[in-house]
């Protein structure tokens, strides 16, 4: 017994670190932590160092050499450094607070299925097809045109657009899960069906999960901007990095600014989350394949 | 047979390449043609990792730090990529474990055969070739008509697909080929098939066979010679028969004592402890922290081999000291009278989408015994144990618990019921929440049965004391612990709502040979302790010898014999039964 | 979405031109004119494909006397003709028209003399008939046409054919501009039983096939009456959804002339060597409406209020990059008649509109706060009503403006923002004072103006019916005082338009004209390739 | 069945746009009369159940309607641009999936090493960026400002079949495949280094195959099957793109029809263009099934 235990003593800090530590060790984690970071932050406290108002107007249209500016003017005569300061927030809740509602209903949905298998899996699953089977953009565009473009209507037509793809990847990621022993252990205590789902599934799925959430924040960035460029924004000469390309994008020779810097910015948020993605997802194939010994 | 040696492994060792960590080391190895050497150990142990450098291959991550191996006349250590490459397949070949994975199974057997002997332009011509795939095919019992050698993997069955990597090693005629537990997973039948057709080839043919196992038994009735690994380096090696009548490192001393044997009928003792992970290896015998009979001496520096007698040498000071395992401790099986029914099955069939795959079963389990459920895959073993443990839906007939009918579902029956049958799993990797503490995940049933978590807290405690585990275990998560503690936390969530019945489902099948006889051990103790009724089911015949007081022999869905353990196993009735254990290699019976 | 064809340019999608009258009533008989500059210069020559570019989608639609969009303009003129045109000074002159001649004899009188040998594309030859057909088909309440106005003061009983080539116009009131009415480019003559379907005109060029959405393909018509001012084998209009689209395409030469470009590219496609840029002015408009039935803009305090609140210089700089001419409340730019009280540029006056609030009860507790609204289709009007709501945090909380963008679709329908509330916005294409007049009172009353107590009603029918240039800018100023101090338009500026076009194509004049291209070259006639 | 399901769907969903599509055409020209004429015109004065009943059988008869805003017939309008947008799609998704199945094997087999890092860097970036912004560079950089190599617009002339103007096709199939190709490729990264790490193929080394069979014959068919799945999901998505880039390129395909027609209230192109885009949804993922079943012998053997 005790040379058992004098082995574990050594063998205590061998607990491979959490998913998220471990994630972070990477380079490319790091990386896309500093950028997202990064931008984050300009969107956060971008509006206080922001030199004019967000719609003030300054001179006159696409102008690029104005006294008090950087970058000049944009489409509308406004300050296109303050509106890029100003721009990041609301695009960053939006796309936050839809991708929480696709993962969260994807997330409910898909491990549902995956548990209940049968007849209630193929249910959710043709239900979500049927979903699935209207292109992103496309379903947006019908629904806003709808009921017009409101930022509640934007978050819950992008959330629940992106919610069957969730619900793909994570059913499939606990399909695998729910096969597994300790889920008959749970069962075989009588456990109720929200409890295994929810308490021994899901914290199963997390590195799925994380991927998903980060892979479907960038695509509700890139759908919320897309949908700005169809015309369908709520609140139209609202600072907002998407909306701001497709404003000044028929100036785009005459002032690049108002389209470089918005995009850059997306471009380096979208590559930050990537990153962190890529990282979440290499270190979780590392840990599924994990028990294969030698 | 030649005495040339097929096979030479000089000073080998392979690293780590993160960081530079010592894999394997010292190797030192011969292997005359014609002749098998059977290289055994622990998981982990490195076995795999010098069989796939004979072919000059080191997986991802490893790298050969020094030595040679030759095959034949070849150093191929040392060639470069296209030349390695041209060895491979051809002057020597590899055999891996498990074949269903090992062949592609997106392509016809057939061409997987063919590219082969194209990769290494042997024959000549495509008939040729395709005369030498047909020859190979005949050699190891396999149809050899086109039609057969278009299937694809998938369509075979489990030693058909062994046979055709056998084929597939041997269809260049190499001078060296490395099996890597090529009958891991395949049942005891076919076993005795493949591993007569690796006789029977490895001879005619003067190969010089590498054979990686950790089924001593296997290697007995195989192999010519042993090497035993542990923690990288060879602790012991010479003829099988020196190494099995008279063992002179302590852990191979330990290996044949944890070893069941279908025999007799043996009390197997366990071992505490495990091998330690690259890196984190002790200075010294690696193996002197689990060792009785370690002295300081052992933990200064690596031993020498030392030779023991005949051709046989082992790595320990005290090699030539005669010293037994203390299996004194065996303990008397209980011959006392007859425990009252606890879970009584009458005429259960059980199937999966309308397929019966269970028929007409009824059993007995009772107090304060153990009944082996014993049959090969597919039997329906694992079909009745489930539902008796409330698992499996789609049955009939009749399942009593202490008189009492059970319901079919889990969900469905009492909580007292649901308690009083607790069920250990195949897998202790995958029956532990690895989100969860082990604290958690063993509290869980007194949780489910309105225990507070704090009342639960002590009880944990006791209970992972009954499992001979300190109560800090409590706090770690199911991926810091081993694979013997894993099942032994398993075993205790069963055990703390004070079960009446314990159901075993191959509960040791994923364990090291050690690890599987102190879990037996436990089990057995904890029967007699607590009065549990207990159902082992399990695919391993001489296992069932040393725990089982009575015995079940399921095949193709029914059961075709029960009794006592002894005289089923010792004097079995059915034809059945007798192939069975006839086909189970034996130690004792081959060192006769 | 494909329909912001109007952006900051101003023009809009429904575009409405009817009739626009002159101030040059003496003209009475007309002749040829000698103002076709084009006429005189040399003969160009002859063949090649032109490909005109144009914004427009799915909406397209053909029709001799109907048009909502920049492509349908394009493709109607290309077609069809009117009886009379315009010159640089809007007076309705013969050249390019069908007419010989055209007389008004009476305020309730006009004859036109037809052009000999005007053949129809399917060679028939045009008539009286013809005429009578198409100004019935206009008088039509039942058919989408731009008829409207003609309506109140014609009837199809005054439509009189004296013979095969005269015409004689009868009319219920007094009219002493209908002649400019015979020169609204809607107004076209089509072959007498034409259903809007088969599109048969008279022009140099006959239509091959139309494709909403894609293009519409005109072939050379050899029967043409002015043959020699025909010069390509053929034109292609294209339709573009995107505004860059389409300059891009221009600047990639895969068009030779793009219609109506957007002011954000003026700076680039005029830095093109290859390229020329046309700007022009018309008087096309764009305004907010208050509606002087509806509250708080019942309240005349708070309608002079809010035009003392607009900052114009600003909302041109902003919204037409200064592309426009600043707007006092007064339409009919390019009537002689514009602003004839000569009232002063009105300004941006905080205290003042401050006071008048006061007077009527709102302050910084008590503030005015109306929403404003603007279709999503017509980019000019998001933008000012954005710049207004912007101007208006001026007067610190005492006026506060909603600007709501409204789908398309639901502002113009029946039930839509347009027409049925108190502050939207609209716009309109050039036209003299009176024809204004008469289409914001009648046909679109989209302020409610004039007030029942008001003479501006009488005013209006008088002054149609006066003959005497100086008698009639009286009363024409008169009504201007009325709207001026009253009324419930704020129009804050009159804005331009903008073409480019391929060095290729020459022939091309600048001059001031309703339409873009200069007409769209009547018709792609007079322009060629070098 | 699904089909059915979405069909209705369309349906009530068009039925829930505010204004009616007569109102929508009329605009400013609307008068009580008119529109109860375009209404009954179009069908609109009959209930619901009638209107989708009469819809369905019509499409199932053939008949696809009329467009309300060009007053021709569905089929004749839709017809040839359907035929351009698939085409358009099907070369950019001929196109995407051996690039990506080449970025991607070729990632998976120098994994963590430069081609690697460097490929999954630019798909990255190339995923950041949305369609819009990708095609105007382009267009920027091949068409106008920096060289006029390209056209930068697509001109199909009515009728012409979409190959009448292969060069103008260039940039809009760039941009669409620029957009799809990364996700693909990481999907096919991913597959490859399971399949990679995989004991069959770690056999086929074994057994002496040199790296490319083992790589083509050995690991990209197993790798494909999987990756089927995701690439029909992309194929999906690229159809959504279809809408921003035919905008972009003047493209005449069904994605700018149905931006107009949602605009003008045109039900029966919308309805129309939904289900044929909700169709070739539900089709791709057949064909990936089937195409999964035709690289997965244990699938497709247990067909027959």
Not at chain 2, 169 to 189: K, M, N, Q, W
Not at chain 4, 266 to 291: C, M, R, S
Request: include cysteine; proline fraction near 4%.
């Amino acid at each position: 017994m005790s040379s058992e235990n004098a082995a574990e003593a050594k063998f205590v800090d061998e607990r491979p670190p959490s998913l998220v530590r471990q994630a972070f060790r990477l380079r490319r984690t790091q990386i896309g932590a500093v950028l997202a970071l990064m931008l984050i932050s300009v969107a956060l406290i971008g509006p206080f160092l922001a030199p004019f108002g967000s719609t003030e107007y300054v001179d006159l249209p696409n102008t690029l050499s104005v006294p008090g500016t950087i970058f000049g003017t944009d489409y509308f005569g406004q300050d296109v450094l303050s509106r890029f300061l100003f721009g990041g927030r609301t695009i960053l809740i939006l796309a936050i607070l839809a991708t929480s509602i696709g993962i969260t209903l994807g997330t409910t949905l898909g491990l549902t299925a995956a548990y209940l298998r049968g007849r209630a899996d193929e249910a959710i699953m043709r239900a979500l097809d049927v979903v699935l089977s209207f292109p992103q953009v496309l379903l947006s565009l019908v629904v806003i045109s709808m009921f017009g473009p409101s930022n509640v209507l934007i978050i819950f037509t992008v959330g629940l657009s992106t919610t069957p793809r969730i619900a793909r990847i994570i059913r499939g990621a606990a399909i695998g899960v729910v096969e597994r022993d300790f889920i008959s252990a749970a069962e075989a205590l009588g456990e109720s069906r929200k409890r295994v789902v929810f308490a021994e599934v899901l914290p199963n799925v997390t590195s799925s999960l994380l991927v998903e959430m980060n892979l479907r924040l960038t695509y509700s960035v890139g759908l919320i901007a897309s949908l700005a460029f169809l015309g369908f924004t709520p609140e139209p000469n609202a600072a907002n990095w998407g909306l701001m390309i497709q404003e000044n994008r028929v100036a785009l020779t005459e002032q690049p600014w108002g389209v470089i810097l918005p995009t850059t910015a997306l471009a380096l948020l979208t590559i930050g989350t990537g990153l962190i993605g890529d990282g979440f997802s290499r270190v979780s194939a590392g840990i599924d394949r994990g028990g294969k010994g030698e | 047979m030649s005495n040339a040696a097929g096979l030479r492994i000089v000073d080998l060792r392979l690293n780590v390449v993160a960081t530079g960590n010592d894999i394997v080391d010292e190797i030192n190895l011969t292997i005359e043609k014609g002749r098998v050497l059977g290289l055994v150990g622990e998981s982990g142990s490195g076995k795999t990792t010098v069989g796939l450098a004979v072919l000059s291959h080191a997986r991802r991550g490893v790298e050969v730090a020094h030595g040679q191996i030759f095959c034949g006349d070849t150093e191929v250590l040392g060639l470069d990529s296209e030349a390695k490459r041209k060895i491979r397949g051809g002057l020597v070949s590899y055999v891996p474990q498990d074949p269903a994975s090992s062949l592609n199974p997106a392509l016809r057997i057939g061409l997987q055969l063919l590219e082969v002997l194209e990769a290494h332009n042997f024959g000549g011509s495509d008939e040729a070739r395709k005369a030498r795939i047909k020859e190979m095919m005949a050699e190891v019992l396999l149809p050899t008509d086109d039609e057969y050698l278009e299937r694809y993997p998938h369509q075979l069955s489990g030693g058909q697909q062994q046979r055709v990597g056998l084929a597939m090693a041997f269809a260049c005629r190499p001078s060296v080929i490395v099996l890597d537990e090529p009958t891991t997973g395949l049942d005891v039948s076919t076993q005795e098939h493949v591993l007569k057709t690796i006789r029977q080839l490895t001879r005619d043919h003067g190969v010089a066979a590498l054979y990686i196992t950790h089924d001593l038994a296997v290697i007995a009735d195989l192999a010519d010679d042993v090497a035993v690994m542990y923690s990288g380096r060879v602790v012991e090696q010479g003829e099988v028969s020196e190494i099995f009548k008279n063992p002179a490192h302590p852990y191979t001393r330990h290996l044949v004592a944890a070893a069941p044997d279908i025999a007799s009928k043996k009390s197997i003792v366990g071992l505490a402890g495990r091998a330690q992970s690259p890196g984190k290896r002790p200075v010294g015998c690696a193996f002197a922290p689990r060792c009785e009979l370690a002295e300081d001496a052992c933990r200064v520096e690596f031993p020498k081999m030392v030779s023991v007698g005949g051709r046989q040498t082992a790595a320990c000071i005290k090699a030539n000291q005669k010293v037994a395992v203390s299996v004194a401790s065996s303990k008397a099986m209980s011959t006392r009278t007859r425990g009252e029914p606890a879970v009584e099955l009458v005429s259960v069939s059980a199937g999966y989408s309308g397929n019966t795959v269970v028929h007409d079963v009824s059993l007995t389990v009772r107090k304060g015994e153990c009944l082996a459920l014993v049959g090969e895959s597919g039997s329906g073993k694992t079909t009745v144990s489930r539902a008796i443990g409330g698992l499996h839906r789609e049955w009939t007939g009749s399942i009593r618990l202490n008189g009492r009918e059970l319901k079919p579902m889990a969900r469905q029956r009492a909580i007292a019921d649901r308690l009083a049958i607790q069920y250990v799993f195949q897998n202790p990797y995958g029956s532990l929440n690895p989100r969860r503490t082990v604290g958690d995940s063993i509290a869980r049933p007194l949780v489910v049965d309105g225990k507070s978590k704090s009342g639960a807290r002590q009880v944990v405690l006791d209970v992972l004391d009954k499992v001979s585990l300190p109560g800090s275990y409590a706090n770690k998560y199911p991926d810091q612990l081993s694979g013997g503690e894993r099942q032994r936390i398993a075993i205790a969530r069963a055990l703390v709502s004070e079960p009446e019945v314990l159901v075993c489902d191959e509960v040791t099948s994923a364990l090291d040979v050690l690890v599987q006889a102190a879990i037996v051990d436990l089990l057995g103790d904890l029967r007699r302790q607590l009065g549990l009724a207990m159902l082992f089911v399990t695919h391993n015949l001489p296992l069932v010898r040393s725990i089982a007081d009575e015995v079940a022999v399921m095949s193709e869905g029914r059961i075709v014999e029960v009794g006592p353990s002894e005289s089923v196993i010792g004097n079995p009735q059915q034809q059945y039964t007798q192939s069975l254990i006839s086909a189970t290699p034996s130690i004792e019976r081959s060192m006769r | 979405m494909e329909q912001q064809e109007i952006e900051t340019s101003g023009l809009s999608r429904r575009h409405f031109i009817q009739g626009v009258s002159s101030a040059a009533l003496a003209a009475g008989i007309l002749s040829s004119s000698s103002l076709s500059a084009f006429a005189a210069s040399a003969p160009g020559k002859k063949g090649g494909t032109l490909k005109v570019g144009v914004v427009g989608g799915a909406n397209d639609l053909f029709d001799a006397n109907y048009i909502v969009a920049k492509a349908d303009q394009a493709r109607l003129m290309s077609t069809f003709e009117t009886l009379l045109t315009f010159d640089e000074n809007f007076v309705p002159v013969t050249a390019n028209g069908l007419a010989e001649s055209a007389k008004q004899n009476s305020p309730t009188k006009v004859t036109v003399k037809l052009r000999k040998g005007v053949k129809f594309h399917d060679g028939t030859p045009m008539t009286a008939d013809d005429v009578i057909a198409t100004y019935k088909r206009l008088l039509d309440s039942s058919k989408k046409t731009t008829g409207k106005p003609l309506r109140t003061f014609l009837d199809p009983s005054g439509l009189v054919k004296l013979d095969d080539l005269t015409v004689e116009f009868n009319l219920k009131a007094p009219n002493v501009d209908f002649l400019s009415s015979l020169a609204n480019y809607t107004y076209a003559i089509a072959k007498a039983g034409y259903d809007g379907k088969t599109q048969i005109g008279t022009s140099g060029y006959s239509l091959v096939s139309f494709t909403p959405g894609r293009e519409s393909v005109h072939k050379r018509f050899n029967g043409y009456w002015d043959a020699k001012n025909v010069y390509f084998d053929e034109v292609r209009i294209i339709d573009f959804a995107d505004k860059t689209a389409l300059v891009n395409a221009l600047i990639a030469k895969q068009i030779d002339i793009a219609v109506d470009i957007p002011f954000e590219q003026f700076k680039t496609l005029k830095s093109k060597k290859y390229l020329n840029v046309i700007e022009n002015s018309a008087g096309a408009w764009l305004a907010f409406c208050m509606r002087i039935d509806i509250k708080p803009f019942d309240d005349n305090n708070v309608r002079q209020a809010l035009r003392l609140l607009v900052d114009r210089k600003q909302m041109l700089n902003r919204v037409l990059s200064g592309h426009g001419k600043m707007g006092n409340d007064l339409y009919g730019y390019i009537d002689a008649n514009y602003n004839a009280n000569g009232y002063e540029q009105r300004k941006q006056d905080i205290p003042a509109a401050l006071a008048l609030l006061k007077k009527s009860g709102y302050s910084k507790s008590n503030p005015l706060r109306v929403e404003l609204t603007a279709p999503d289709d017509t980019g000019g009007l998001v933008l000012m009503i954005q710049t207004l709501a912007e101007q208006a945090k001026k007067t610190d909380g005492v006026v506060i403006i909603d600007a709501k963008v409204i789908d398309g679709g639901t502002y113009w329908s029946a039930k839509g923002q347009y027409m049925n509330t108190g502050f939207y916005t609209t716009y309109w294409s050039g036209r003299t004072y009176l024809a204004q007049a008469a289409a914001s009172m009648d046909s679109y009353p989209e302020t409610k103006f004039p007030p029942a107590d008001s003479s501006f009603r009488a005013d209006y029918l008088k002054a149609s019916g006066t003959a005497n240039a100086k008698k009639r800018r009286e009363i024409v100023a008169k009504m201007q005082k009325e709207e001026f101090e009253k009324g419930g338009y704020i129009i804050p500026f009159f804005n331009n338009f903008a073409d480019a076009y391929s060095t290729k194509v020459k022939g091309v004049v600048a001059r001031p004209s309703q339409l873009n291209m200069d007409y769209y070259a009547h018709g792609f006639k007079n322009i060629w390739f070098n | 069945m699904t089909l059915f399901i979405v069909s209705l769907l369309i349906f009530a969903v068009t039925q829930a746009l505010p204004s009616d599509p007569a109102e929508a055409m009329l605009g400013r020209e609307a008068t009580p009369e008119a529109l109860a004429a375009l209404r009954a015109d179009f069908g609109l004065d009959k209930p619901i159940v009638v209107q989708y009943g009469n819809w369905l059988f019509g499409i199932l008869g053939g008949d696809l309607g009329t467009s309300y805003a060009t007053s021709t017939p569905v089929s004749e309008y839709i017809g040839p641009r359907v035929g351009a947008s698939f085409f358009l799609l099907l070369i950019a998704a001929v196109g995407s999936i051996p690039l990506s199945i080449v970025v991607g094997a070729n990632a998976a087999l120098r994994r963590d090493r430069k081609f690697d890092t460097t490929s999954s860097l630019v798909s990255l970036i190339l995923a950041a960026m949305p369609e819009f912004v990708v095609g105007t560079i382009l267009t920027i950089i091949f068409s106008t400002t920096v060289w006029q190599l390209l056209p930068a617009v697509t001109y199909l002339e009515v009728g012409a079949p979409p190959w009448s103007d292969l060069q103008g096709l260039i940039l809009p199939v760039l941009t669409l495949l620029l957009a799809v190709t990364p996700y693909v490729a990481r999907v096919m990264r991913a597959a490859m280094v399971e399949v990679l790490e995989s004991d069959y193929v770690e056999m086929a080394r074994l057994k002496g195959m040199d790296e490319r069979t083992v790589l083509w014959r050995h690991a990209l068919p197993n790798a494909v099957g999987p990756a089927f799945q995701v690439i029909a999901l992309n194929l999906a998505y690229l159809a959504g793109g279809v809408i921003i880039v035919e905008r972009l390129f003047n493209f005449p395909g069904i994605g700018s029809a149905l931006a107009d027609a949602v605009r003008s209230r045109d039900l029966p192109v919308i309805q129309f263009l939904a289900l044929i885009i909700a169709g070739v949804y539900i089709l791709t993922n057949l064909l990936a099934d089937i195409g999964t079943v035709l690289v997965t012998p244990r699938l497709r053997t247990r067909l027959k």
